[in-house]
């Protein structure tokens, strides 16, 4: 994915995000407005999921392949946080209870997270 700056990559990432929810037999919902702590809602069967996505970006310095920082203290009463690896447009999902309570490097790949790699039924 070629994008011009991080708001970009960000809208470009919660659509990839939406276009896969739907697929895998989601409606999706926006919030309106930008002071809420989760970027999507998911509904299906009777299931609500509030999500929170976060694009990568590459850090040739690393040599490590898509990374990215997140702050997780803010996203506590969210349900989902769903990675997007920017480069290869591949998901990794992650039920917030099982992250940490604080600043997390995500070093994005298939070996270093098979369980949540595309992990739908996580949700």
């Not at 392949?65 to 996203?75: E, F, H, N, Q």
């Not at 989902?80 to 940490?100: C, S």
Request: proline share 4%; with cysteine.
């Amino acid at each position: 994915m070629r994008t011009s700056n991080a708001c970009t990559t960000g809208t470009i990432s919660e659509m990839l995000v939406s276009r896969e929810a739907v697929k895998n037999g989601w409606k999706v919902a926006y919030p309106y407005g930008s002071d809420t702590p989760f970027d999507l809602i998911l509904y299906n069967a009777g299931k609500i999921r509030s999500v929170q996505v976060k694009a990568t970006s590459y850090e040739r310095q690393l040599g490590a392949g898509p990374t990215r920082m997140v702050s997780l203290d803010k996203y506590q009463d969210i349900d989902i946080m769903i990675l997007v690896d920017a480069i290869n447009e591949e998901l990794y999902i992650f039920k917030i209870g099982t992250l940490p309570n604080s600043r997390v490097r995500f070093t994005l790949s298939k070996d270093k997270y098979p369980e949540n790699f595309e992990a739908w039924h996580l949700i």
